[in-house]
């Protein structure tokens, strides 16, 4: 069984870089793995809004994307924001080997960095419902990992997501080896016992 690496975080904090880097990463290593970004997406699919419910209605529709990906035994790396508490729990709750990451950063030092200029455009009032001003970010519990990127190097940050994924691909590797070979005996058996219920 195959991971999903779950990036999560505010914009701008890092989650598309470090998905990147994972990307070529676990590609230089032969797995076959799928990058997912929340931009990228929700622009290839016309998910436009960015009101709770657009934001749940993107999140449903990427969930769906990456378990269809997961079926074909490929490694889902995801970045996108995931503001709300709920969006995680059913992420926990749907996704086999799904792997959690908070990217996080301070506010200040988004706003400094501002890649994408949204927080210059929402302190002028040009952008609404920006997530971690205008909208809310529930603070994630029981995360994975967390990278605090405004502390950390890219590389430590780098680092620190890789080893996550390293161990992922080693748990699904030990569940692979756990699942019982059942006997063409035991498998008699069981369909015999099945027929007395029929």
Known sequence: M???IWLLGLSGSGKTTLGSLLRLY???QGHETEFIDGDRFRRQFG???FRPEDRLRNIEAMREHVLQLHAQDKICVVAAI????SMRQKNREQIPLYREVWVRCSL?????RDT???YAKAARGEVDLLTGVSDAFDEPIGTDCVIDTDQLSLAESYLALRDLALSALAEGRNWRR?????????VQGSLRHAEVFM
């Open 178 to 186: 756990m699942q019982p070979e059942l006997s063409p005996e035991v």
């Open 26 to 28: 676990l590609e230089a």
């Open 2 to 4: 195959k991971p999903v």
């Open 47 to 49: 998910f436009s809004g």
């Open 108 to 112: 200040s030092t988004l706003v400094q």
């Open 82 to 85: 995931t503001p709300y508490a």
């Open 116 to 118: 994408k200029g949204l």
